[in-house]
């Protein structure tokens, strides 16, 4: 019934889904995932939490504080190694067989998705976790009863009432087999202001420090002497076995030479035996690429790509700063967007020639529909023990990031009210989406306070705007990602710029001082 208010809203979903492509892609590869696994989980997290999530216009996605966290999983030195696998019987050595780090990069995605599952088990209501430790026996996945004073004392005969869409569905009981941490959510109230400030300073930080690898790129010659042991500026079969047994021990010599014939095969481009640094370079597929670990450098003064990036930011900050004082009828967010993506190709590559990174240079954003997967683990009590402190691990950094990014959200909105009754619905909305992103191969995720500030800074403060987010995101991996890969990295670090100032409590430096 208000077309401004709709219009608000679709314009800010649009530009959300726009900025969280290159952040999921990001916080994948902090958690050591293919970014489309990060990708899916945004999705999934967005669309769910959008429509019964207890703060509408809050949106959720993969975040870096669960990525953290879950990189303890997937990095080789982590919880998963290939010798511990190895022991397992779910990876093995032999010729027809795929290197073991290879092989244990896949296992260890199963465990992670079977954590992701958890988390979301421990995230969601009661009676919703009874129903779900039902399935969950059926398979002999989670067999677990934690008594009720261990999470939430007046757990018992409590109920809970939620909404969606303004609409009441139901009362839940709360059984006392097994009490839901978002129970926690009723002392929200009790968190003092110097905690908030500290919360928002800190995510202000990590954003603005998350930004900062914008301005790397790949040292390849530092790359290529990790193989060149001579420094004569070609890389041997020697030399590439030599590198390889080293970063994975596992390897057994049948499947070495497999991996050195394939290796050679497609990156020995002019068939002389040797890689040079231009064939290096030019490995598309990464093949050599496995075998070190990617040195990064940062970006000298006296490379052009380093002030144009400059220039956009600043274009991009600029118009978000001033454009609001001329009109609000579009996101000053999304037209720094375009503009930075005008300038970038229609001006920059054409007549100054000096590119910059795109969206497409972090990593492909096009992908396939998610297919329903149950993780491929051991349903064992070993399993539960090694993955429930994980579990928990990640079920309360996102329950906190969550209800602390709601009571932020509710700030900037000057909403007053008791939030207890939101915060219990968001951790309900979490639960489910962090279940579903599980079972559909996906890393899971949490409330985005940077996402949650660029959309109701831009007016969206509904259901709709999240929801149109979602799915413009799912349309963006589908169907249009060939456009948002043209999005320059610069106009999307400006506008993150822009809410680091927006988020960050100025008022508190009157009182360091």
């Known amino acids: 019934n208000n077309p401004l208010r709709f219009k608000n809203e679709i314009l800010s979903g649009l530009t959300v889904a726009i900025a969280q492509v290159p952040e999921s892609v990001a916080f994948s590869f902090v958690a050591g995932v293919d970014p489309i696994v990060g990708l899916y989980a945004t999705f999934f997290l967005g669309l769910i939490t959008a429509q019964i999530g207890g703060r509408p216009g809050m949106v959720s996605g993969a975040a870096g504080a669960m990525a953290v966290v879950i990189k303890e999983v997937m990095d080789s030195g982590g919880l998963y190694t290939e010798s511990d696998l190895e022991d397992k019987e779910l990876i093995s050595s032999g010729p027809d067989k795929d290197p073991l780090a290879d092989q244990a990069d896949d296992q260890r995605l199963e465990y992670l998705l079977a954590v992701v599952i958890l988390v979301g088990m421990l995230q969601a209501d009661d009676q919703r976790l009874e129903y779900l430790l039902a399935v969950v026996i059926l398979v002999g996945m989670l067999q677990v009863d934690l008594p009720t004073q261990l999470l939430m004392a007046q757990a018992k005969g409590s109920t ?6 303004a609409e009441r569905i139901s009362k839940l009981p709360s059984p006392k087999a097994f009490a839901g941490v978002c129970g926690l959510s009723v002392y929200v109230k009790l968190i003092p202001v110097p905690v908030m400030t500290g919360f928002v300073n800190g995510l202000a930080v990590v954003i603005f420090l998350a930004q900062l ?3 790397q790129v790949d040292d390849d010659e530092a790359m290529f002497n990790q193989y060149d042991a ?7 079969r020697t030399e590439a076995e030599t ?3 080293t970063a994975y021990r596992g390897l057994s010599a049948a499947n070495l030479a497999k991996e050195m014939n394939t290796i050679f095969s497609e990156t020995d481009t002019n068939k002389d035996g040797v890689i040079d640094i231009e064939e290096f370079n030019a490995d598309e597929d990464h093949r050599i690429h496995d075998g070190h670990d990617d040195l990064v450098r940062w970006l000298e003064l006296d490379e052009g790509e380093l002030w144009m990036m400059a220039v956009m930011i600043s274009l991009t900050m600029a118009i978000m700063h001033f454009l609001p004082r001329l009109t609000t009828v579009v996101p000053s967010s999304l037209v720094g967007i375009i503009a930075s993506t005008i300038f970038e190709h229609a001006i920059n590559r054409t007549a100054i020639g000096l590119d910059t990174r795109t969206v497409k240079d972090m990593a492909p954003v096009a ?7 149950i993780p491929d683990v051991p349903y064992t009590g070993e399993t539960l023990a090694e993955i429930l402190p994980v579990s928990i691990s990640l079920c309360l950094v996102g329950l906190i990031e969550s209800v602390l990014t709601l009571q932020l959200v509710d700030e900037i909105l000057g909403d007053r009210s008791d939030s207890s009754g939101r915060c219990k619905q968001e951790c309900i909305a979490q639960g489910i989406a962090n279940f579903v992103s599980g079972i559909f191969s996906s890393m899971g995720g949490d409330a985005m306070i940077g996402q949650s500030t660029i959309n109701v800074k831009s007016g969206g403060i509904g259901r709709l705007s999240t929801t149109f987010a979602a799915l413009m995101f799912w349309f963006f991996i589908l169907a249009a990602s060939s456009v948002i890969e043209l999005v320059p990295i610069s106009a999307l670090v400006g506008v993150l710029f ?8 100025w008022s508190c430096l009157p009182l360091m001082a």
């Open 243 to 245: 590198q390889f047994s």
């Open 160 to 165: 809970l009432a939620y909404s969606c869409r």
């Open 367 to 373: 992908g396939g529909l998610p297919t329903f997967h």
């Open 230 to 236: 001579d420094r004569d500026g070609q890389i041997t």
């Open 213 to 215: 690898q914008s301005f």
């Open 498 to 505: 822009m809410v680091v100032i927006y988020t960050f409590d």
